[in-house]
């Protein structure tokens, strides 16, 4: 799915240029801090959708650490990386074991053995809010209604609330039904898991691999800004972005064969002004 998706050349020129800034031992020479800072703000606290809409940057957060929650307890135990077993036969006393070397004791009936036992649950509660907001966006949103695509977009937010929906389903049956309907109940989550899975190239869900390969580029950019390669438009000295990242774009409209990679030298309100001059140029003025 990472191969169809660098064979667009825009794609592939970003991951090129992505690539080479990250495996750059000048740039971890020059602003070693860079990475970690490039991680954190964009990867895990994505500050860029911040400036678009704080109701949709708690969402995303939301969705985000609960889908981390859930991936860090899940792989580890089903790779049997990290297991949990008993003290004793008779007592509430658990020991956990990362790779069979005991880290941590607890007691199964204290608020850390409840977090330990219902951390899955945690993660559920974290993505169905986010979730169920983008939604309700999809649903109410006229913005969102016109560029929306039912596979890319409403299938993953939905995939995410049954999997959470039928996790929190294991819990109810275990507390409130004394364990009814378990098997039954197990099953669903167990499928809706696999077809997510199956799903990541197909929809939003192919984040997974292109955030991570997005930190590359932004470190592009951040070490750009550091040589103070700031571009100025052309036509009203604004500065429009790093020197290195407009080139990049001319390279990717070169490439498409688009006819008009100069525009990229000029910022957006420049454009718009630029193009009604040249309407009033091409069109008569007024009808007889």
Request: hydrophobic content about 45%; glycine content about 10%.
């Amino acid at each position: 799915m990472t191969a169809v998706w660098v064979s667009a050349p825009g794609a592939r020129r970003l991951f090129r240029k992505g690539r080479r800034s990250l495996f750059s031992a000048e740039n971890f020479r020059r602003t070693p801090t860079a990475l970690p800072k490039m991680i954190a703000t964009y990867l895990g606290f994505q500050k860029f959708l911040g400036a678009r809409s704080h109701a949709r940057w708690a969402a995303h957060q939301l969705i985000f650490w609960g889908c981390i929650l859930a991936a860090l307890i899940t792989f580890p135990l089903t790779w049997g990386w990290f297991t949990f077993t008993s003290d004793s036969g008779a007592g509430p006393g658990y020991a956990m074991r990362i790779w069979g070397i005991k880290v941590l004791g607890f007691d199964s009936l204290s608020f850390i053995g409840w977090v330990m036992f219902h951390g899955l649950d945690l993660a559920a509660v974290l993505v169905i809010p986010g979730a169920g907001y983008f939604l309700w966006r999809r649903m109410k949103d006229r913005g969102a209604i016109t560029g929306q695509r039912s596979a890319y977009d409403m299938v993953p937010l939905l995939a995410l609330i049954v999997i959470s929906v039928t996790g929190l389903l294991l819990t109810f049956s275990s507390i409130f039904l004394h364990g009814g309907g378990y098997e039954f109940l197990a099953v669903l989550p167990m499928v809706s898991v696999v077809f997510t899975l199956i799903y990541i190239p197909f929809g939003k869900f192919f984040h997974i691999v292109q955030r991570p390969a997005a930190v590359g580029m932004q470190l592009f950019k951040y070490t750009a800004r550091q040589d103070d390669e700031v571009f100025a438009c052309r036509r009203c000295e604004e500065p429009i972005d790093t020197g290195p990242y407009v080139e990049n774009l001319r390279g990717t409209m070169r490439d498409l064969e688009l006819g008009f990679d100069a525009w990229a030298e000029y910022c957006p309100r420049c454009k718009r002004v630029l193009r009604g001059n040249a309407y009033l140029t091409q069109v008569k003025k007024g009808f007889k």
